[in-house]
T-cell receptor
Framework: GAGVSQSPSNKVTEKGKDVELRCDPISGHTALYWYRQSLGQGLEFLIY????????KSGLPSDRFSAERTGGSVSTLTIQRTQQEDSAVYLCASSLTFVGYGYTFGSGTRLTVV | AQSVTQLDSQVPVFEEAPVELRCNYS??????LFWYVQYPNQGLQLLLKYLSGSTLVESINGFEAEFNKSQTSFHLRKPSVHISDTAEYFC?????????????FGKGTRLSVIA
């Protein structure tokens, strides 16, 4: 596609439920990143996929968070047993292999845990 | 590990006035530097970047940033702002010699242009 597509754009869920957030990167981009944006906190790195390499999971805040990337394309971020502090905008970005090209971001998924 | 400090969380400025948004990063190793802009209710967009060469880089809409290695800074400037520049601006850094490590972002500066 022409850009990075994320779905859903908004998600309201009850505390304790599981949620799945989807990211469809730009075709041909080998790298895919998930960040979390909370009010006043900037962008917090969560996880990074590069080609067929093992993902860099160093930013995941707890074991309730996981992500996968199927076929080197679409990625799903899963949050299990959601908590109110998980409420944030979850941003996906993709890029070519070289970080110097910069990232293309999706519009994000706004997650609200009630 | 790198960290990025954006010294001002909010900057109000009158239309047609100059503005500087400050950014400092933590390590003096070789780096790639970026500024991203997020307009209201939109995603982040790349504004400009420094990879190598000339320390002054420019964007297509009149912003410029200067890489200063000795001060580990990459401040963003515009000589005359417009209402349409109202947005949140994020500075980001990546270590050049650490492979393609994910960008580290600052907490953002909200620029409000007043008519």
């Amino acid at each position: 596609g022409a850009g990075v597509s994320q779905s859903p754009s908004n998600k309201v869920t009850e505390k304790g439920k599981d949620v799945e957030l989807r990211c469809d990167p730009i075709s041909g981009h080998t790298a895919l990143y998930w960040y979390r944006q909370s009010l006043g906190q900037g962008l917090e790195f969560l996880i990074y996929f590069q080609g067929n390499s093992a993902p860099d999971k160093s930013g995941l805040p707890s074991d309730r968070f996981s992500a996968e990337r199927t076929g080197g394309s679409v990625s799903t971020l899963t949050i299990q047993r959601t908590q109110q502090e998980d409420s944030a905008v979850y941003l996906c970005a993709s890029s070519l292999t070289f970080v110097g090209y910069g990232y293309t971001f999706g519009s994000g998924t706004r997650l609200t845990v009630v | 590990a790198q960290s990025v400090t954006q010294l001002d969380s909010q900057v109000p400025v009158f239309e047609e006035a100059p503005v500087e948004l400050r950014c400092n990063y933590s390590s003096s190793v070789s780096v790639y530097l970026f500024w991203y802009v997020q307009y209201p209710n939109q995603g982040l967009q790349l504004l400009l970047k420094y990879l190598s060469g000339s320390t002054l880089v420019e964007s297509i809409n009149g912003f410029e940033a200067e890489f200063n290695k000795s001060q580990t800074s990459f401040h963003l400037r515009k000589p005359s702002v417009h209402i349409s520049d109202t947005a949140e601006y994020f500075c980001a850094v990546s270590d050049r010699d650490s492979g393609n490590t994910p960008l580290v972002f600052g907490k953002g500066t909200r620029l409000s242009v007043i008519a």
